[in-house]
């Protein structure tokens, strides 16, 4: 399944299969973001399946967030997938939907 980024009410929603083919485009709209704006919300209730090159995407959005002192909520713990792959590669720290 085609990888899709819609932003819905500025909760940007990537939908679909987040793997190795597609975690350019994931890291270039989200680096963007982190440049532009003070907090950005992501989610990742619609994805199809994950790989370990976008796990390590995601670590280095959620790096680059926090060495600018950026908020970046991530969404989709109810998600199982993303619950399985962020539990076994040991990143569920990067959860945050208190927004």
Known sequence: MKLQII???GKFEIIGNFT??????VKDHFNYLLDHYEEV???LRKVKKIDQKAIKVLKDIYAKANRRSKILFVLGKENKIIINAFQKNKVSHIFREDY
């Open 20 to 25: 190795l083919e597609n975690t350019e485009t």
């Open 41 to 43: 919300v992501m989610s």
């Open 7 to 9: 932003n819905a009410s």
